[in-house]
């Protein structure tokens, strides 16, 4: 089993910073891509951000210049730096990753999720 565990949501003030850290742990072969949704309140789960094994970055169009994806394979985790935070960006953030596990001697890669940690923006 793979467990993804968040970290460091909380209440900020519009302008403020946080930074979110997701540790990936457990039966792990090799990570892939790691990556950051949000769900706010009366909406769909949309995707974020997302980095690969090699450090390719992509962000949806309404966080780039503000949020900063980065990740660390030696301690599986990723990371998700968010500045000039706005009150659309209030949501619950979850954290996901593409996980190769082996079982029973065969590689196969999985999609793992955290259980999220809330973001709260104050205007």
């Known amino acids: 089993q793979v467990q993804l565990v968040e970290s460091g949501g909380g209440l900020v003030q519009a302008g403020g910073s946080l930074r979110l850290s997701c540790a990936a742990s457990g039966s792990i072969f090799s990570i892939n891509a790691m990556g950051w949704y949000r769900q706010a309140p009366g909406k769909r789960r949309e995707w974020v951000a997302v980095?690969?094994?090699?450090?390719?970055?992509n962000y949806v169009e309404a966080v780039k210049g503000r949020f900063t994806i980065s990740r660390d394979n030696a301690k599986n985790t990723v990371y998700l730096q968010m500045n000039s935070l706005k009150p659309e960006d209030t949501a619950v953030y979850y954290c996901h990753a593409d996980v190769d596990v082996v079982q029973g001697g065969v590689r196969t890669a999985n999609d793992y999720w955290g259980r999220g940690t809330q973001v709260t923006v104050s205007p």
């Open positions: 980095i690969s094994r090699g450090g390719i970055i």
